[in-house]
């Protein structure tokens, strides 16, 4: 069963907040992770919710917040935010260029509510869809050569094919947007891929 996720309504979102060049909006917010609160900036391509989620207001209004998905996460991607979220607060989601999601699927099986749909093909998940900034990315740019986008990718050379120099291109028929591009990306200050989700914190 795949999560539903509209696609247009995607890249209408990514060009209204700016994903190609605008700098990630710094309105603070708390997250809670391991039992730790902390700081989290709201990054431009919106919330990234764990695999099979429903759409967002259903997604909400479902989810008990029994955080059983983050205790059976591989990788320990899901965090949660925190009290201060309003209507998020509680909720998990998952910040890649932290700790990206492996597809491993185990929290749409523990999922007790129902939102997050039980998935067992990764290639059913349709978390977002991964977006280059080629002036960013030094293999578009010109000032390097990498492929660690490429690499990481549980799809590769399906989701993400290279050209010259390890230059990245996303199909994004096939991305799944689990993060492990943005993960894996060279590029610190601001990560030459990213994972645009159309979910919008407000």
């Given at each position: 069963m795949k999560a539903p996720f509209d696609r247009r309504s995607l890249f209408r979102g990514a060009l209204r907040l700016g994903l190609a060049g605008?700098?990630?909006a710094a309105v603070a917010g708390v997250l809670r992770q391991g039992g730790a609160a902390r700081p989290v900036e709201r990054a431009a391509p919106g919330i990234l919710r764990p695999p099979g989620a429903l759409d967002e207001q259903a997604f909400l209004a479902t989810?008990?917040?029994c955080q059983l998905c983050a205790q059976v996460c591989d990788t320990g991607c899901i965090e949660y935010c925190g009290p201060y979220e309003r209507r998020h607060a509680g909720s998990p989601h998952i910040v890649a260029e932290r700790v990206a999601c492996n597809l491993c699927l185990a929290?749409?099986?523990?999922?007790?509510?129902g939102a997050l749909a039980k998935l067992t093909e990764p290639t059913d998940v349709r978390m977002g869809v991964a977006v280059v900034d080629e002036r960013l990315c030094v293999s578009h740019n010109g000032t390097g050569?990498?492929?660690a986008c490429h690499t990481a990718c549980p799809l590769k050379n399906r989701a993400i094919t290279q050209g010259l120099r390890n230059a990245p291109t996303v199909h994004e028929e096939q991305c799944v947007g689990c993060g492990l591009c943005e993960e894996a990306c060279i590029v610190y200050d601001r990560k030459a891929i990213r994972v645009v989700s159309g979910r919008e914190w407000a």
């Open positions: 605008a700098s990630a989810c008990v917040r929290c749409t099986q523990a999922c007790p509510s050569a990498c492929g």
